[in-house]
């Protein structure tokens, strides 16, 4: 038990179709975190929220929209996938985004998402 | 650009000792995290340097050399549930995670 809960686990979806991830921590954290993460692949950084404010977006195509409503939660909403969309998606948090550079970022297990 | 380098995969006996490097060219250094992930599971925190020398917890160690950008992680007295990948990620100057590939650690009997 990490304190950091996605759901789904697992998600396969038509590239018309719309989805989202969940996810959720529970341990007072500040700053949470999308991940992209493909086989023997380094994890990619989607995007970064710190006190609910987005601060990072690397290039993220548009067909995925993040969304914080608060210091706890973070969704991803998925719209016209493509068949290269299909990796594990993981959820991060850490006490903030910065000035604490020893306190590591906390993950989810990830929601595997594959696209038909 | 910025980039870190780790073995694909490695080999290692149970009750040995293994040592998975890590080399990395980043935009500053605000300090090097090692995780490891098992399959299918999320990655978990092991190691934080950001001084030079090394960081012993229990089985694991962590050793950092800031001038030589370099890194390793010291698991010893193989357990096979130390079968995992493991990953590397540097904190660069605008305090964001650059992360290597992971070395994928296979344990045998």
């Known amino acids: 038990e990490t304190g950091v809960t996605q759901t789904p686990r697992h998600l396969v979806m038509g590239m018309t179709n719309k989805k989202s991830l969940k996810c959720e921590q529970h341990?007072?954290?500040?700053?949470m975190y999308w991940y992209k993460q493909s086989a023997k692949k380094p994890l990619e950084l989607m995007f970064v929220?710190?006190?609910?404010?987005?601060?990072e977006n690397n290039s993220v195509p548009s067909r995925f929209s993040p969304e914080c409503p608060n210091s706890s939660h973070l969704f991803l909403h998925l719209h016209t996938l493509q068949p290269e969309d299909s990796a594990l998606y993981l959820c991060?948090?850490?006490?903030?985004?910065?000035?604490?550079?020893?306190?590591?970022?906390?993950f989810g297990d990830g929601t595997r998402l594959s696209i038909l | 650009g910025q980039n870190i380098d780790q073995p694909t995969e490695m080999t290692a006996t149970e009750g040995a000792i293994v040592q998975i490097n890590c080399t990395y060219q980043?935009?500053?250094?605000?300090?090097l995290f090692w995780y490891q992930q098992h399959a299918g599971e999320a990655p978990t925190f092991l190691s934080y340097?950001?001084l030079d020398g090394l960081e012993e917890k229990g089985r694991f160690s962590s050793f950092l050399s800031r001038s030589k950008g370099y890194s390793y992680l010291l698991l010893k007295e193989l357990q096979m549930k130390d079968s995992a990948s493991y990953l590397c990620?540097?904190?660069?100057?605008?305090?964001?995670?650059?992360w290597g590939a992971g070395t994928k650690l296979i344990i045998k009997p």
């Open positions: 929220y710190n006190f609910k404010e987005q601060t």
């Open positions: 340097n950001v």
């Open positions: 990620a540097v904190m660069d100057s605008n305090y964001q995670l650059i």
């Open positions: 980043t935009s500053g250094f605000n300090g």
């Open positions: 991060a948090s850490s006490q903030d985004k910065q000035g604490h550079q020893n306190q590591p970022q906390h």
């Open positions: 341990l007072g954290h500040n700053a």
